[in-house]
């Protein structure tokens, strides 16, 4: 599927709010609801959206603590692994990568002791390299930059 301006504008609105009527995103890009809402339905058929998200205060459901680990796995067997990760609710983002390591992770959690019970689990499948953040700089969607 080619993507024109508007269709552009209107991932671009979107992103910034998933929940806007279709007539409110109309009359900002000058269209009826119903012509974006057909808009809307063919950039889902494509694939060219995947999906809707929320945005969660992590802090206010009690996930003070972002950490990146990078993983060195012991074999060249990831399936278990991946089915591992897929299981865990800490793993914000999973990334199998080229170069020294294997795996990139970030990972979300409420305290020192469930960080070291993760990291524990870890060590079945690899060694690691933790790195813990100390201040998000920028969470901001490509799309919507000016």
């Given at each position: 599927?080619?993507?024109?301006?508007?269709?552009?504008?209107i991932i671009r609105i979107l992103?910034?709010?998933?929940?806007?009527?279709?007539?409110?995103?109309?009359?900002?890009?000058?269209?009826?609801?119903?012509?974006?809402?057909?808009?809307?339905?063919?950039?889902?058929?494509?694939?060219?959206?995947?999906?809707?998200?929320?945005?969660?205060?992590?802090?206010?459901?009690?996930?003070?603590?972002?950490?990146?680990?990078?993983?060195?796995?012991?074999?060249?067997?990831?399936?278990?692994?991946?089915?591992?990760?897929?299981?865990?609710?800490?793993?914000?983002?999973?990334?199998?990568?080229?170069?020294?390591?294997?795996?990139?992770?970030?990972?979300?959690?409420?305290?020192?002791?469930?960080?070291?019970?993760?990291?524990?689990?870890?060590?079945?499948?690899?060694?690691?390299?933790?790195?813990?953040?100390?201040?998000?700089?920028?969470?901001?969607?490509?799309?919507?930059?000016?």
């Amino acid at each position: 599927m080619e993507l024109d301006n508007i269709d552009f504008q209107i991932i671009r609105i979107l992103s910034e709010n998933s929940r806007i009527q279709w007539k409110d995103l109309g009359e900002q890009i000058h269209m009826t609801g119903q012509a974006v809402g057909n808009r809307i339905k063919k950039l889902e058929d494509s694939g060219v959206i995947k999906a809707y998200s929320l945005i969660v205060d992590e802090m206010k459901v009690g996930l003070f603590f972002t950490a990146f680990v990078i993983i060195y796995m012991k074999t060249a067997n990831h399936d278990s692994f991946i089915r591992f990760l897929n299981d865990r609710y800490e793993v914000v983002e999973a990334h199998r990568v080229s170069g020294e390591a294997c795996y990139h992770l970030k990972i979300k959690v409420d305290s020192q002791e469930t960080l070291n019970l993760f990291l524990n689990k870890i060590l079945d499948y690899g060694n690691y390299t933790l790195y813990l953040s100390i201040k998000e700089i920028k969470l901001q969607n490509p799309l919507t930059a000016t």
